[in-house]
């Protein structure tokens, strides 16, 4: 048997801190996936509502989806992107 080593791609997402006063910015950047009309504030998943805390993350994936992120969670995985690079395109003969 050979144990091989893997990384997890890296891939660039947009997110929010949600700090309990700025509700309003996460409804112009999640649109149709921010829900505050019934209750607490939440996003609409791809799995469902999602309910998010002050502190919480809310990340668009790379796929446009929304969903948030527990604070410990989101610092431990994710860094800030400092630079504005565009990525290389890579092209396959």
Not at 67 to 93: A, G, M, W
């Amino acid at each position: 048997m050979t144990v091989k080593r893997y990384k997890t791609k890296v891939i660039e997402k947009e997110a929010l801190l949600y700090d309990g006063n700025n509700w309003h910015e996460v409804r112009e950047f999640a649109g149709k996936a921010a829900d505050d009309s019934d209750g607490p504030p939440a996003v609409t998943t791809n799995s469902g509502v999602a309910l998010v805390s002050v502190g919480d993350y809310v990340i668009k994936g790379p796929k446009g989806e929304f969903y948030p992120c527990r604070p410990d969670i989101f610092e431990r995985s994710h860094e800030e992107v400092t630079e504005n690079k565009i990525p290389p395109q890579h092209h396959y003969l």
